[in-house]
């Protein structure tokens, strides 16, 4: 068997920031597998098979991925950012747990990317600069009272917040939901930030604060980042205040 | 004022997973700034100036950078990773913040990098496919009790953990104490992973549970992932077996 299975992060969108590693396995794919406006970033080749579908369709898109590579394909499954942030790796491997046992011979590799949250956070200044929660607001695969649980711990603890899938046409009303679990733990000053397409030419970022924030600034490619006690707001001569958070904690 | 400042985040290790936007930046340098083994990993150019410094200096090392920037020199801080997850990105907005006023005027532009726990969950297959929580176990700059509250908030919540700077010669017993923490809330058999240099020709990767867990398989370079209910184990053919973390949560 001379299939491949590479699960390819592409970084946030800038070439300038896709790893080599991710320009080299595309380059060599006969097949490339993902959600269309992904598959549209990586450069069309003479001879490579494009496989585009729509989003929500994570686990046929991982199995069709891993069938093509059995079949001797060599094959990249592409997400943006990073694949194992809330995107294509771990439904490659649901697939492969549930698969024909031929697939646990198959030869898998997962190249990492930068991720969306470590992209917004770089063009922000350092705003993940001290402990921080990652969570994907979507209730698809996850009861509601889960992520209204999780979203209490983490705004008690005092994490930076980065919330991944804030909002969709079929989810209205969670974003907002989860402002105000947030609201009881942190004051109105509290930093918010809205990002999208950062690094690509529609990138768009909007700070403002917890008191004001209002979920119709989100669609369904927006990272929301929620900042803590320590995160400050530094002015800047010629364009949007720096964000960061201090690396001190004071005692409680 | 011709001067420049690029935080610049390395990557894991290998050439082909550093951002080309973070190779460019490098090559641009009139000064490479950073805590030594990292400034040994950039390419060496003639009458480019070398600043390597110890560990546990970021703000001083930060102050020199900024000074030299504003004194017209082209200049990279460089860590390992992304530098915005406990890394200089923070202490180079500290000392911003803390600054001249000259220092607001200065060209500062983040480069982001694939940091650790992106680059050990890619090795190890998608552990961080829900959500998680992101923490220094160092109490170097916050009290150790905010570390356990943070540390037991994020177990009881069912996040997938990854703890950076996990011990030292000067912190020796606090991963120890965080296992303990984590044991109140999670099973034995809970998978753990303790992961060094990955990507680099030194990588050294162990896969262990909660019950077994020895904190001294680590050391300062080590990250440290601890799953959830949904993180699994999938044999593999010819290899270490492959660890994900479920997209699916089940109703409380």
């Known amino acids: 068997m001379t299939g491949r299975l590479s699960v390819v992060g592409l970084g946030p969108g800038a070439a300038a920031l896709t790893a080599p590693a991710a320009t080299a396995a595309l380059a060599q794919a ?14 069309e080749r003479p001879g490579q098979q494009r496989h585009a579908s729509d989003n ?19 094959v990249a499954v592409v997400s943006s950012g990073d694949a194992g942030v809330f995107a294509m790796a771990s439904a490659v491997f ?47 695969l996850k009861p509601w009272a889960v992520v209204e649980r999780r979203l209490a711990l983490a705004a008690e603890g005092g994490f930076v917040l980065a919330f991944y899938n804030p909002i969709s046409r079929a989810r209205p009303w969670q974003l907002g939901a989860a402002f105000d679990i947030v609201r009881q733990h942190r004051p109105p000053s509290t930093p918010v930030v809205f990002a999208a397409a950062v690094s690509r030419p529609d990138e768009t970022i909007l700070i403002t604060d917890l008191g ?15 900042g803590c006690e320590g995160t400050r707001l530094i002015p800047r001569a010629d364009g949007p205040p720096w964000l960061y958070t201090a690396r001190r904690v004071a005692p409680p």
Chains 1, 2 share one sequence.
């Open 30 to 43: 006969d097949d490339v597998v993902g959600y269309g406006p992904y598959v549209a970033r990586v450069p």
């Open 56 to 74: 929500r369709e994570e686990l046929d898109r991982a199995r069709l991925a891993l069938a093509l590579a059995a079949a001797g394909r060599k």
């Open 94 to 140: 649901e697939a492969l747990d549930g698969g024909p046992p031929a697939w646990a011979a198959l030869e898998i590799e997962v190249i990492p990317g930068i991720s969306a949250m470590i992209a917004v956070a770089a063009r922000l200044g350092a705003p993940l600069g001290n402990d921080f929660c990652v969570l994907s607001l979507s209730d698809n």
């Open 212 to 226: 004001s924030a209002d979920p119709a600034a989100a669609d369904m490619r927006t990272l929301v980042l929620i």
